[in-house]
């Protein structure tokens, strides 16, 4: 097995501590991760990784290899690709994480154009709203939506993602259309709650540069927003709502837009990477398309200009 391969397979036992799990993500045989270990402990003479039969660890040796290791994929890959000039020929394996809709709604059908004009690539695309640990998954880069924990990891921020107040025509018609935030106590919402703690989002807006907020009745809660589309639909009430889920109800008459003054702040959104100092080609290629896909569907970000 040549050395670069050798990096590889370190650096993902490295991060995911664990050799089944690496030998999953790589699809390689377990026995296979664990050999290319060993050969490049036997090449470096010093042990790089802690074994027990409950975890594997980085040795203060391998924790800095590690970080040699990093920079001399990245140097090699820029190396290797800096020659290829023509954009057909960028070949590899990127692997992306997106939230559902996203990726339902904007990045799938798009695809095949982009696999069309990059034949050397293979896309394994991740649609999910759960947090995704890239170093366990393997996973290339990540695309989240909203205000960022604390993170490691490397940020690019590739706009601001409208929301919009929205309900349907029947609805307006049984209860009246709301003209201001002070009309809303007379209205059903359909609650949303969060997936990962249960609590029920309040209905926010901005005035005059602040955010505002105020809690709304509503006798239809949902967990997702595939859910708080439909019951929006349906009729059973007000929704905030992403621009990609509902610009083609409101073209369509499905969804009238309501409080155009009073929406909530954008969305930032923002694609992560692992600490590398630079982007192997495919990747590149990847992330400039689907910055370029996204800023159809969200407003131009300033500050990131």
């Given at each position: 097995m040549d050395r670069i391969d050798?990096?590889?397979?370190?650096?993902?036992?490295?991060?995911?501590?664990?050799?089944?799990h690496a030998a999953d993500t790589l699809q390689m045989p377990r026995s296979t991760v664990s050999t290319a270990v060993q050969e490049l402990e036997n090449r470096l003479g010093t042990r790089l990784l802690s074994r027990t039969t409950r975890s594997v660890r980085p040795t203060e040796d391998g924790r800095r290899f590690h970080q040699n290791a990093l920079r001399l994929l990245a140097d090699f890959e820029e190396a290797e690709n800096q020659f290829r000039l023509h954009s057909t020929e960028t070949r590899g394996h990127v692997k992306v994480n997106l939230p559902g809709r996203i990726g339902r709604l904007i990045v799938a059908p798009a695809l095949p154009a982009f696999l069309d004009r990059y034949p050397g690539l293979d896309i394994e695309l991740g649609m999910t709203d759960r947090s995704v640990n890239l170093a366990e998954d393997g996973t290339?880069?990540?695309?989240?939506?909203?205000?960022?924990?604390?993170?490691?990891?490397?940020?690019?921020?590739?706009?601001?993602?409208?929301?919009?107040?929205?309900?349907?025509?029947?609805?307006?018609?049984?209860?009246?259309t709301p003209r201001t935030p002070e009309d809303l106590p007379d209205h059903q919402a359909v609650l949303y709650a969060s997936p990962s703690t249960g609590r029920i989002e309040e209905w926010e807006w901005e005035k005059d540069g602040r955010e505002e907020s105020m809690p709304l009745r509503g006798r239809v809660t949902v967990n997702s927003a595939e859910g708080a589309v439909a019951c929006c639909l349906a009729g059973l009430g007000l929704a905030q709502l992403p621009a990609y889920d509902v610009l083609p109800h409101i073209h369509r008459g499905e969804l009238v837009d309501v409080l155009p003054q009073w929406r909530p702040g954008p969305l930032p959104m923002t694609l992560l990477y692992p600490h590398r100092k630079h982007l192997s080609r495919r990747l590149e290629v990847f992330t400039e398309w689907l910055a370029g896909l996204l800023n159809t569907h969200c407003f131009p970000d300033e500050a990131a200009a």
């Open positions: 050798l990096l590889r397979i370190f650096i993902r036992v490295a991060e995911s501590g664990s050799f089944t290339d880069c990540v695309l989240r939506v909203g205000p960022l924990r604390d993170s490691s990891l490397i940020g690019r921020k590739l706009g601001m993602l409208p929301v919009f107040n929205v309900a349907s025509p029947a609805y307006l018609a049984r209860y009246g």
